[in-house]
């Protein structure tokens, strides 16, 4: 820890991932100030407030953030009259604000403009298509969508960040770590999208997500089902199926024996342990049976214990009389059951739905009520490297006398954390859940991937029904430009944010 | 002496045990913490493990068992899919990503250093204003700009060009870069450039000789950031690359459809998509954190 005390160095060693394992080359010969300037604003940005709250409330704008307070002052009082004439800086100028024009400020009053008109441009209509975005239920589903998102993704992605970066602070391999989460940074939503749809597939054997909750699911409730068995279908048969049970076609006495032939199954779907069926042995007053396969490859009798025909062991076996449960019991690896102390009369042997279920599969990630979770989640993969390593920026830039103080004082780890690195750390984490929650209002490529065709009208989001309206086929580019306003209109508080920060340096 | 030692022996012995103590509840406590730390590495380590196995994997083997059957047959892995998937053309959608990539990159660099020079040096009317219309551009989504720029594009007779696709990621680069560039200039002494001026250097080249070469730790994170960006970029392309013109991920996208039935060519496409990316990210990673740190707006 103490290494990240030594001055100057600080910020541009910490914002090396790889530190632990590459000491880094050094860089060719720089001015004494040039360490990177935005990383020695996420550290300034942390001193700051120490001494005043309402820095942390200024740093909301993420770009702004990084915009340490000292530099841009020593930029303008630096350039003194010897500056060239305007003319040179026209020249230099010129290219990009020509880019920014075209590309970025003409665009935007043309949507204005053209979010006036019909879906063919012919048209004025007014604030129709925006009148639309707030009546469709389509797009009503979008904006429903984009909300579970701000109000989901960004706190998330904050809170696994600040855990991430807490817990690695303890560990020596950290630097690995923080590779493998920061990772999915690198990758394209795109690729991220394909690899997400590869774990959420429905299948628990293709599927990864579903494979792990089906084997963890498995060790809880046991999987041994038969599903598919029944019993034949003819009037000879003495047990029939009844609403997805089994129950016997004649009523039994206490003390009588039952057989219950069962097929639908293959010999290999029984549990290793099933040994050959055999007829229960009889005792008096005891009600006593037989569940087992009853096939034998090329022949058989039916309706009888044939040699090699094997019983069906661990079947819950249920002894109703007037409607009602009396006794329940479970088949042995013979197939053979026995209920002791019955109360003399008649009754059904059943064999409850139970027994027939198709196995727990894991949950449908990609069915319309899962969908929106499924792909946050896949949104935390990609994101939680960016926070960790923001945060983890964030707190080596705490000084750690405060901490040290504190402890010295009698404070718990925990009261160390709750009042003084949270306090400390806010600027950072405010930029984390600001740049998510900018993130998310553009979600796009994450939804378009993730969503199947069918279930992409349940996962919508603004942005992509902004494409899909003008270009996927919707063919309205008049409700497009308005969907693209509106966007612009969500994200205006954070444009307005970062340039206040920025006049404020300034002044 | 005694009444003295006494006293201040047992807060001794306390501190001691309490030590002790403490100890062994760090270290059972870091046991613990290795391991949430190891699961979640797991979780984050898996999804990708996965794509790589099933991309190596013959579709039948996909088809019938879990890619993680690998750890028990690692004979079933092939590079089939990957053989099958160059021979359809998807190199010419590899060439077009590098095609785009990398202008897309350089002209960002250059057009933003000289405004960012311009912004930190020099002395303009409404400088102050204009650099908050740059600050104001960083948050602007890219919707906005879709259909205005098609429009414009269909008259200029780039639509589904690759320049077009360039242009506009240069141009929606560009405020990020202004500002990380400019905010880099403006921390570099005074001196160096007002004794360039004073010996009548001209201006561009005080830019290209003194202060674009000091400004490399800033060009590399920009560089990089710009790179990915315009590489992993799907929106973009889809509505201005034409099937000629299409970088790998629209390439990719336009198999989503049959989602299941082509596990062969999407996971290796993937996959071979993400690995420059990958190589990037880790020979550079110093440089791509500077630049989240820097300004993470997009």
């Known amino acids: 820890m103490t290494e990240r005390l030594d001055g100057p160095q600080t910020p541009r060693g910490d914002g090396d991932v790889a530190r632990g394992a590459s000491p880094g080359p050094d860089e060719t010969p720089q001015p004494p100030t040039a360490t990177h300037p935005a990383l020695e604003d996420v550290a300034t ?37 010897l500056g060239p004439s305007p003319k040179v800086a026209v020249f230099f100028l010129l290219p990009a604000f020509v880019l920014l024009g075209a590309w970025m400020v003409y665009p935007i009053i043309f949507s204005l403009v053209r979010s006036l008109y019909d879906a063919g441009g012919g048209t004025f209509v007014g604030v129709d298509n925006y009148a639309a975005i707030f009546t469709d239920s389509a797009t009503l589903t979008t904006i429903r969508n984009n909300l579970i998102w701000v109000v989901v993704a960004p706190s998330l992605v904050t809170v696994l960040g600040l855990l991430f970066a807490v817990l ?43 494979a792990i909750i089906t084997s963890v699911h498995d060790v809880f409730a046991s999987s041994s089902g038969y599903p598919g068995a029944r019993p034949r279908e003819n009037d000879q048969a003495p ?54 396969l009853d096939f034998t490859p090329g022949g058989g009798t039916v309706n009888k214990i044939d040699g090699t025909e094997k019983g069906m062991p661990d079947v819950t076996v249920e002894a109703v009389a007037g409607g009602a449960v009396k006794a329940t019991t479970t088949t042995a690896a013979d197939g053979t059951f026995h209920f002791t102390g019955l109360p003399a009369g008649s009754y059904q042997v059943r064999l409850p739905q139970e027994n027939f279920a198709q196995p727990f599969s894991g949950a449908t990630w990609l069915g319309p009520t899962l969908i929106t979770p499924a792909i946050i989640g896949a949104f935390i993969w990609v994101w939680a490297g960016f926070a960790m390593v923001l945060i983890a920026a964030g707190l080596s830039a705490i000084p750690r006398d405060a901490l040290e103080a504190a402890r010295i004082d009698g404070a718990t780890e925990w009261q160390v954390f709750r009042r003084i690195t949270i306090p400390l750390l806010s600027p950072v984490l405010l930029v984390v859940l600001v740049t998510m929650i900018i993130n998310t209002l553009k979600v796009f490529d994450l939804v378009f991937i993730i969503a199947p065709g069918s279930v992409q009208p349940q996962a919508n989001v603004i942005a992509l029904e902004m494409w899909r309206v003008s270009f996927g086929g919707g063919g309205n580019q008049g409700l497009g430009s308005a969907l693209a306003i509106f966007l612009l209109v969500l994200v205006l508080p954070f444009m307005a944010i970062n340039i206040r920060r920025f006049r404020r340096e300034q002044a | 002496m005694t009444t003295i030692t006494a006293p201040s022996a047992s807060p001794g012995a306390g501190t001691l045990r309490r030590g002790v103590l403490s100890r062994v509840a760090d270290r059972a406590g870091g046991g613990l913490v290795q391991v949430v730390l190891i699961v979640l590495a797991l979780f984050w380590l898996i999804p990708t493990l996965g794509l790589l196995v099933v991309s190596l994997r013959r579709d039948a083997d996909n088809n019938s068992s879990g890619w993680w059957t690998f750890f028990t047959k690692p004979a079933q892995l092939t590079f089939e899919n990957y053989s099958n998937l160059l021979a359809t053309g998807f190199t010419s959608s590899f060439w077009n990503t590098v095609a785009i990539t990398v202008p897309a990159t350089i002209l960002v660099i250059g057009f933003a250093a000289m405004a960012g020079y311009a912004f930190a040096w020099m002395e303009f009317p409404g400088r102050d204003a204009l650099f908050l219309v740059v600050i104001a551009l960083l948050v602007v989504p890219v919707q906005i700009a879709l259909i205005p720029i098609a429009k414009m594009y269909g008259t200029l007779g780039i639509f589904g060009t690759i320049p077009g696709v360039v242009l506009f990621h240069t141009a929606f680069g560009l405020p990020f870069a202004i500002f990380l560039l400019r905010n880099f200039f403006v921390g570099i002494p005074k001196e160096l450039l007002e004794a360039a001026r004073m010996d009548g250097a001209a201006e561009w080249k005080i830019f290209a000789t003194v202060v674009f070469p000091l400004a490399k730790p800033a060009v590399a994170s920009l560089g990089i950031f710009q790179f990915l960006w315009v590489w992993n970029d799907l929106l973009i392309a889809l509505v201005f690359a034409d099937t000629g013109s299409q970088p790998m991920t629209k390439a990719l996208q336009s198999q989503m459809r049959q989602f299941g039935t082509n596990v062969d060519i999407l996971a290796p496409g993937a996959f071979l998509s993400l690995i420059i990316p990958l190589v990037l990210f880790f020979s550079f990673q110093r440089y791509f954190v500077q630049g989240l740190l820097a300004g993470s707006v997009k």
Not at chain 1, 48 to 76: E, F, H, N, R
Not at chain 1, 246 to 251: E, F, K, N, W, Y
Not at chain 1, 255 to 284: D, F, M, N, R, Y
């Open chain 1, 45 to 81: 940005g942390q001193d700051g407030t120490t001494d005043s709250t309402t820095a942390a409330a200024t740093s909301a704008g993420p770009p702004a953030l990084a915009t340490g307070p000292a530099a841009p002052k020593a930029g303008y009082s630096g350039s003194g009259n």
């Open chain 1, 168 to 210: 690695t602070e303890r560990v020596r391999w950290a630097t690995a770590f923080k590779l493998v989460v920061f990772m999915p940074m690198a990758v394209s939503l795109l690729a991220s999208g394909v690899i997400f749809r590869l774990v959420y597939e429905q299948d628990p054997d293709r599927g990864v997500a579903n």
């Open chain 1, 239 to 292: 047990a029939v199926a009844d609403k997805g049970t089994v129950v016997t076609r004649q009523p039994v006495q206490a003390g009588g024996q039952v057989l219950i032939p069962l097929v639908g199954l293959k010999t290999e779907a029984l549990p290793s342990g099933a040994a050959a069926a055999k007829e229960a042995s009889a005792a008096p007053g005891e009600l006593s049976g037989t569940v087992w």
